[in-house]
C-alpha cells in the first residue's frame, strides 16, 4: 500500500511539475518531451511521468507519440477567441448579479490588487504580474457569489496563465494599459455600470486577437 501511495504522490508531482513548465513558457509549443529525460530531471521513476503524460494529454496540453516522447501543444487561433468569448460571458453575468455591497467590497480589494500591479510592472515581474492578472478578473466572478460559476471559471485558469505566458516580455510592456483598463473596469464595477463594464471588457479581452495558431514563434497578442 505504501509503494502505491508513494508511485501515486510521483506522478501528481511529476504533473503538476510539467503542467507548470508547460503554462509558463519553460516547454514551449512544439517542444519534444522525452520520458528518461524527465524521469532524470525530476528524480523519479518512468511509471509515474507515463502517468503524469498521459494525464496532460488527456486534457489536450501535449500529444504522446509511442517511443519517440510528447509533444508539446500549443492553442488555435479559434481556441483563444473561445475562450476570450465563455471570458467574457461568466465575468459579465457574475457582475450583473452582484449586490451593491459586494460590488463596493470587491471594488476596494481590486484597488489593492492595481497598486500591486503597478509594482510587479516597475520590477518587471512577468510572474507576479500574470498571477496578479488571473486573480484580479477571478474577482469579477466572485462578485457574482455563484459556485457553478466558479468551478466554470477555475476550468479556464490553465489556458488563461499559457496565453498570459506566452505574451512574455509583450505583456510587460503593454502593462500601463492593461492597467489603465483594470482601473476603468474597477470604476464600473463600483458604479453598477454594467452596460460599460460588459463593453469595456469585451474589448479588453478581444482587442489583440492572435493573427495564427499559437506556437513557438506566434505570440503577438495579449489578452489580459
Not at 503542467?19 to 509549443?29: F, K, M, S, V
Not at 483594470?182 to 453598477?192: A, D, F, K, S, W
Request: net charge negative; glycine share 8%.
Amino acid at each position: 500500500m505504501a509503494k502505491t501511495g508513494n508511485s501515486t504522490s510521483a506522478a501528481e508531482r511529476a504533473y503538476q511539475v510539467i503542467r507548470e513548465r508547460i503554462l509558463d513558457g519553460t516547454h514551449l509549443p512544439g517542444t519534444m518531451l522525452g520520458e528518461n529525460a524527465l524521469a532524470t530531471d525530476l528524480g523519479v521513476s518512468r511509471t509515474p511521468i507515463r502517468v503524469a503524460l498521459a494525464r496532460l494529454q488527456d486534457e489536450g496540453w501535449i500529444v504522446i507519440y509511442p517511443k519517440r516522447g510528447a509533444l508539446v501543444q500549443g492553442m488555435s487561433e479559434r481556441t483563444i477567441a473561445e475562450l476570450a468569448e465563455a471570458r467574457v460571458l461568466l465575468e459579465t453575468t457574475a457582475v450583473d448579479r452582484a449586490s451593491t455591497q459586494l460590488r463596493h467590497r470587491l471594488a476596494d480589494r481590486l484597488d489593492r490588487s492595481i497598486a500591486e500591479q503597478r509594482e510587479a510592472l516597475t520590477r518587471g515581474d512577468l510572474r507576479g504580474f500574470i498571477d496578479l492578472t488571473l486573480e484580479f478578473h477571478r474577482g469579477f466572478v466572485e462578485a457574482g457569489g455563484n459556485t457553478v460559476l466558479l468551478e466554470l471559471y477555475a476550468q479556464l485558469s490553465d489556458r488563461h496563465r499559457f496565453v498570459l505566458f506566452a505574451a512574455g516580455d509583450r505583456l510587460l510592456n503593454r502593462g500601463a494599459e492593461i492597467i489603465a483598463e483594470h482601473v476603468q473596469l474597477t470604476e464600473y464595477l463600483r458604479t453598477g455600470d454594467a452596460d460599460a463594464f460588459a463593453k469595456t471588457l469585451r474589448v479588453h479581452i478581444t482587442e489583440n486577437a492572435p493573427p495564427a495558431a499559437l506556437g513557438r514563434d506566434s505570440t503577438e497578442f495579449i489578452t489580459a
